[in-house]
């Protein structure tokens, strides 16, 4: 059947399986069958949360994967992508009597966890929910590396680069909650355009240049410390946003001739500033460039960010270390590998349509005041199969 279809369907087929594979691929990091408590605040791990039995107005909580499908299977579950360093808190104080039916024996609350408006449905600085019916606007929304909030691309206060030029994204908020990351996102993050004068005209910052006057300046005036170095070459002669990631970490040779103590310190010597204002989004490898010295680790514990020093706490990180262990692989996936090309857009088609056809059920329920039964369910599924057994009937014509 799907061979039969035209070249725009088949491109509507891939992108559904590769939206797939990349939803599976948040899930496939965490347990699907033992609850994540027992080992303690878990460093990145899919996180849910039970408007069931944890609403609006209750103390917010979260559960893990497998007390998702387990304790809370038929609940009124919602998606939170991702936490890092969170403890499942199915069956705890938050849930009333309710008991974990994996792992019942739980303190009262996990003080170390943290919540926001997310675990209570709303997102970004408009504090909508997502879906929004309301919300006419098809905007994607992007999470922030550091309180993981997800904000529309529309409130961001700065324009949105192509994915494949970012990895991370971190929020104005979070920006000035550790001010030194503007310092370095005026080397190393992704170059701003940003608005001047009344007229909003877009002006792009041209970095590069003034990367060089800053140079000049330097060159003018006295170090303030005798032991300060100058940067490596390739920090000078390359845009921050397109750097390779040789040139991003320094070669090998260049460590060993160099000292430097500090490398915010030489970074706010060069004098370059950039406009306070608005997200910022950083190419691969930027958490490699944040300096590592005694004195920019207490400031990166003061401002609670820690965690960028680390290369595991991505979410590409966190991604391939689920689908290399053993649990990693969701069975449709593992299935999908034994298909040939034919069978697998079959296989993909079908989900598509399934999920097509379950959600416009249930939003014509709601729409018209209908409650969702058994019967309407299996009708529902009867529907489906005659629609499939028509198309094989028509394919084999």
């Known amino acids: 059947m799907a061979a039969n279809k035209g070249d725009s369907h088949i ?3 891939l992108t559904s399986e590769e939206e797939l594979e990349k939803a599976l691929c948040v899930l496939a990091g965490s347990d699907p069958d033992n609850c994540s408590y027992s080992k303690g605040y878990v460093k990145r791990q899919a996180v849910f949360a039970c408007n069931t039995c944890t609403p609006n107005d209750a103390e917010p909580a979260g559960v893990c994967l497998a007390c998702a499908n387990k304790c809370h299977d038929g609940h009124d579950i919602f998606e939170l992508y991702t936490k890092r360093n969170f403890r499942c808190d199915c069956g705890n104080r938050k849930f009333g009597g309710f008991q974990c039916q994996l792992n ?6 996990n003080v170390r966890n943290l919540y926001n408006h997310n675990f209570s ?5 408009c504090h909508r929910p997502y879906p929004d019916t309301d919300d006419q606007d098809d905007d994607e929304m992007i999470q922030c590396v550091i309180c993981e909030d997800w904000f529309h691309s529309r409130h961001l206060g700065c ?3 192509e994915p494949e030029e970012l990895q991370e994204m971190v929020c104005e908020a979070c920006m000035n909650k550790a001010p030194f990351l503007w310092t370095y996102a005026a080397h190393i993050a992704v170059p701003p355009v940003i608005h001047v004068g009344d007229a909003e005209e877009e002006v792009e910052v041209d970095i590069e240049g003034e990367d060089r006057e800053a140079g000049q300046r330097k060159d003018e005036e006295p170090s303030s410390s005798d032991e300060r170095t100058e940067p490596e070459e390739a920090v000078n002669r390359s845009s921050p946003g397109k750097r390779t990631h040789e040139e991003m970490t320094g070669s090998p040779a260049m460590a060993t001739t160099k000292i430097v103590e500090c490398k915010l310190k030489e970074l706010q010597a060069r004098g370059l500033e950039r406009l ?3 997200a910022v989004f950083w190419p691969y490898s930027w958490r490699a460039e944040l300096c590592t010295c005694t004195c920019c680790k207490r400031a990166y514990v003061a401002a609670e960010v820690q965690f960028l020093l680390d290369q595991s706490d991505t979410i590409l990180a966190y991604e391939k270390r689920g689908l290399d262990e053993p649990f990693g692989q969701h069975p449709l996936m593992a299935l999908m590998n034994s298909m040939d090309r034919v069978q697998q857009l079959e296989v993909i088609y079908g989900f598509n349509e399934l999920t097509t056809s379950i959600s416009e059920f249930l939003e014509q329920c709601a729409s ?6 058994v019967e309407a369910v299996h009708q529902l599924f009867e529907e489906l199969q005659a629609r499939k057994r028509r198309r094989t009937s028509d394919g084999n014509q």
Request: net charge negative.
């Open 11 to 13: 491109d509507d087929i």
């Open 368 to 373: 018209e005041g209908k409650t969702v039964t």
């Open 276 to 278: 306070r204002r608005g």
């Open 121 to 125: 449905g709303f997102y970004c600085t």
């Open 159 to 161: 324009p949105v680069v």
């Open 104 to 109: 019942p024996v739980k303190e009262e609350a």
